[in-house]
T-cell receptor
Framework: DAKTTQPTSMDCAEGRAANLPCNHS???????VYWYRQIHSQGPQYIIH???NNETNEMASLIITEDRKSSTLILPHATLRDTAVYYC?????????????FGKGTTLSVSS | DAGVIQSPRHEVTEMGQEVTLRCKPI?????LFWYRQTMMRGLELLIY????????DSGMPEDRFSAKMPNASFSTLKIQPSEPRDSAVYFC???????????FGPGTRLTVL
């Protein structure tokens, strides 16, 4: 079973920041938080990952709380092309046998 | 780079027929994953390989499913005999090492009538 809890759906206006929350209250000290997204009819796409510190790349920012029990994915300026299902996943890095377990994810709808 | 290539993109077959799905991973990647996605169960990992060797096949639903990776650039997922409940989108993904980023193919949409 997925070890994360995400809202089923969220809406965001184009050009505004999209903040997608994720709860992972049972996360272990050696587990990373990953975010993937799946645009309709395509394969999932990696977005970002983090362990303790906040992370930023060209796609998004990841904010992890100090107790690591929750995190937020931030898309700073959402566009219509960001409409997708966003998956928050926790997994131990580099441990054979620990695969990505995709939950239901959050369906983000970006509208103009 | 062409990315992960899957064929066919769509497959329609009748119950009882054998189905073979194909995957070409990104050149140089040493891990290959097969996933299945349905509305009811979401995205599930079926099996993954490391250096062409199956590492974990605990997600394979039953003996009707089999997967092979004869070389580093090719893998197949076979269903024999196929059943209507096998209808799903099957994704192949590859990665270098066991890192954070898996690269997914476009998927094969399988319909079993």
């Amino acid at each position: 079973d997925a070890k994360t809890t995400q809202p089923t759906s969220m809406d965001c206006a184009e050009g505004r920041a999209a903040n997608l929350p994720c709860n992972h209250s049972t996360i272990s000290g050696n587990e990373y938080v990953y975010w993937y997204r799946q645009i309709h009819s395509q394969g999932p796409q990696y977005i970002i990952h983090g362990l303790k510190n906040n992370e930023t790349n060209e796609m998004a920012s990841l904010i992890i709380t100090e107790d690591r029990k929750s995190s937020t994915l931030i898309l700073p300026h959402a566009t219509l092309r960001d409409t997708a299902v966003y998956y928050c996943i926790v997994r131990v890095y580099n441990q054979a046998g620990t695969a990505l377990i995709f939950g239901k994810g959050t369906t983000l709808s970006v509208s103009s | 780079d062409a990315g992960v290539i899957q064929s066919p993109r769509h497959e329609v077959t009748e119950m009882g027929q054998e189905v073979t799905l194909r995957c070409k991973p990104i050149s140089g990647h040493d891990y290959l994953f097969w996933y299945r996605q349905t509305m009811m169960r979401g995205l599930e990992l079926l099996i993954y390989f490391n250096n062409n060797v199956p590492i974990d096949d605990s997600g394979m639903p039953e003996d009707r499913f089999s997967a092979k990776m004869p070389n580093a650039s090719f893998s197949t997922l076979k269903i024999q005999p196929s059943e209507p409940r096998d209808s799903a989108v099957y994704f192949c993904a590859s990665s270098l090492g066991y890192p954070h980023e898996q690269f997914f193919g476009p998927g094969t949409r399988l319909t079993v009538l």
